[in-house]
């Protein structure tokens, strides 16, 4: 079993970065495969990017490919997800979410997919 806190949200100006974070407990992190998603008011959540146990393969939604970059460290346990070229429609709560994966380029970009979730971080993004 993993616990999942996201942190570093915030906010910022359209046009701006922010790079949120994700620490997970327990001693088996690298056999996990992670992803961020988040959710806007009124919307349902949706799929941002999603990454492999080794780091190696990634996956991005449309809209934000290009802009957000996904990686992990496995020695610290960590996932963040760095934010770039930020627009107000970008605003929502992320979540870091995880699970149990067989290959090490295994990813899942389905929500439904995914075990643990975190408790989510405030991303606001001003005009």
Do not use: H
């Not at 492999?52 to 809209?63: K, P, W």
């Not at 709560?93 to 699970?99: E, L, N, Q, S």
């Amino acid at each position: 079993q993993v616990q999942l806190v996201e942190s570093g949200g915030g906010l910022v100006q359209a046009g701006g970065s922010l790079t949120i974070s994700c620490a997970a407990s327990g001693r088996t992190f690298s056999t996990y495969a992670l992803g961020w998603f988040r959710q806007s008011p009124g919307k349902e959540r949706e799929f941002v990017a999603a990454i492999s146990l080794s780091g190696g393969n990634s996956d991005y939604a449309d809209s934000v490919k290009g802009r957000f970059t996904i990686s992990r460290d496995n020695a610290k346990n960590m996932v963040y997800l760095q934010m770039n070229s930020l627009k107000p429609e970008d605003t929502a709560v992320y979540y870091c979410a995880a699970r149990r994966a067989p290959y090490r380029n295994t990813y899942y970009s389905d929500q439904a997919r995914y075990d643990y979730w975190g408790q989510g971080t405030q991303v606001t993004v001003s005009s």
